[in-house]
């Protein structure tokens, strides 16, 4: 098998894995809800210092990358280990402090761009199974045996689809048109 077959494979079957790891649970109870909210208003009353800039505004900040965190690091240690060369506009302690809190908000931003991006995740996988399942119910409705209801529910949900037609039918009557 080739690698690239090989590695087709591990992906549909990852995605197969996901679908029916999300398939097995439902709603979030009222408990793990609240819970939820209760710790996210927990980070935003802990975390009220937080800014927020328009793209303009960081534009103008010079960004500190894990190349100039060591020279950071570095001057901000020999600032506090040799105060009587600052000057008094800069508090040794409170230098101190801020190199502290840049390495704690760094740590919280990794946890929560983690949980973030998981939480995209399954929420696409979620709502890509919702939507075969819909599919799914659609097609079901259109069959030409069709219970007593469910003609009007068909055009209903049709909706989603109304313009698009058989797209092979358009392509070969556009090429037929070319011709």
């Not at 591990?10 to 209760?38: F, G, N, P, V, Y």
């Not at 045996?145 to 698009?164: C, H, N, T, Y």
Request: avoid cysteine; proline fraction near 3%.
């Amino acid at each position: 098998m080739r690698l690239a077959d090989q590695e087709t494979r591990w992906r549909e079957i990852r995605i197969k894995t996901m679908k029916s790891i999300i398939a097995k649970h439902e709603a979030l109870t009222e408990a793990q809800l609240t819970s939820i909210t209760d710790s996210l208003n927990t980070l935003n009353t802990t975390l009220d210092f937080l800014v927020g800039l328009t793209p303009e505004e960081s534009q103008r900040f010079m960004k500190m990358g894990n190349k100039s965190r060591s020279f950071v690091e570095d001057a901000i240690k020999v600032g506090i280990e040799n105060p009587g060369m600052l000057p008094r506009s800069l508090d040794p302690v409170r230098l101190g402090g801020k190199l502290a809190l840049s390495g704690q908000l760094r740590d919280i931003h990794r946890t929560v761009s983690q949980l973030n991006e998981r939480l995209y995740d399954t929420t696409m996988v979620a709502g890509a199974e919702l939507f075969d399942d819909a599919r799914l119910i659609y097609m079901l409705t259109k069959t030409k045996v069709k219970p007593e209801g469910l003609i009007d529910v068909s055009d209903s949900i049709g909706q989603r689809f109304a313009g698009q037609g058989n797209r092979k039918a358009k392509n070969q009557t556009t090429q037929e048109k070319a011709a």
